[in-house]
């Protein structure tokens, strides 16, 4: 309960902050420091509202207020979006990153959104976890009517007394976590979780410090033509124009509304601002959004 109170009173001051970061970016700026500083704080912001977002999901899973929505799923999609989740921190650390996949595709039954959030952890923790220049590989196939996964990498590894453990909640084991590195403990906690709801397993392989460490995801293949399995709906229908819109935003907190509001104008949208619900009903009918 404590974890998901902290998590929802970060997120209120984190929205109005990333809106104004993006009012920035798309206001420009002829000064390249101004510019530089904005792409930093975009950085450090999308890694805030990652650790907040594992924070209010390890909440809910822990209580069991937690719902998958199945429907199918390209493995390689699935991946692909991982990566790219990931693919700033690997970038910034000069990694090399090989991705092997089946020609065929691998579908599974499962919450793209979710499954994508387990590689990514994996794949974020191999990059944090591997001093610059190493190399991280993500390996898809099929094997006993499974999908299985494994990312594996050439960094520090994992000492064989915290392989048992690894997986546990706010575990630290790894030795880069006291040089400013390491998160807050919840990512592969996380990550047995989301994977065991959709159930699969995952395990930890390392040869020890320096070694190298390796983690192997194991999931159900999807039976074809089982009942139930509708495809959700496209990604197109969330690509809004805001040209010719009138959005009414309510919000009672004040600069997560206004930053919202001024971030749709520079969208196209026509805005009106509002902070209560009864404000809101009032303006309803006037505004008509």
Do not use: W
């Not at 209120?12 to 420009?28: D, E, F, K, M, S």
């Not at 030795?175 to 395990?203: D, M, N």
């Not at 971030?263 to 601002?273: F, H, I, K, N, W």
């Amino acid at each position: 309960e404590f974890l998901a109170m902290l998590a929802h009173e970060l997120r209120n001051p984190l929205a109005p902050i990333c809106n104004a970061v993006q009012v920035l970016r798309l206001t420009g700026s002829s000064d390249p420091v101004a510019a530089r500083m904005c792409e930093v704080m975009q950085r450090q912001i999308d890694h805030m509202v990652r650790l907040v977002d594992d924070l209010l999901e390890v909440s809910r899973i822990t209580r069991g207020k937690i719902a998958l929505h199945r429907e199918p799923a390209d493995l390689t999609g699935v991946i692909r979006n991982a990566v790219d989740i990931s693919r700033p921190l690997i970038d910034a650390a000069g990694h090399r990153l090989s991705i092997h996949m089946l020609d065929t595709p691998i579908r599974l039954e499962g919450h793209p959104i979710r499954l994508a959030h387990v590689f990514a952890n994996l794949t974020n923790n191999a990059a944090k976890y591997t001093p610059d220049g190493g190399k991280i590989t993500v390996t898809a196939q099929k094997r006993d009517g499974r999908a299985v996964v494994s990312v594996r990498d050439s960094g520090e590894g994992i000492p064989d007394d915290m392989l048992s453990r690894v997986f546990d909640l706010f575990a630290q084991g790894h030795p880069a976590a006291s040089q400013g590195k390491g998160g807050l403990g919840i990512g592969l906690t996380l990550v047995r979780q989301l994977v065991e709801l959709h159930a699969g397993s995952v395990e930890a392989f390392s040869e020890g410090p320096g070694r190298g460490s390796e983690f192997v995801v194991t999931l159900p293949l999807l039976v074809e033509g089982e009942a139930g399995m509708e495809t959700g709906p496209s990604s197109d229908v969330f690509d809004y124009l805001f040209e010719g819109r009138r959005v009414l935003v309510v919000d009672d907190n004040a600069d997560g509304a206004d930053s919202l509001g001024l971030l749709l104008e520079m969208l196209g949208a026509e805005v009106r601002v509002v902070y209560s619900g009864q404000a809101a009903l009032a303006a309803l009918d006037a505004f008509q959004p």
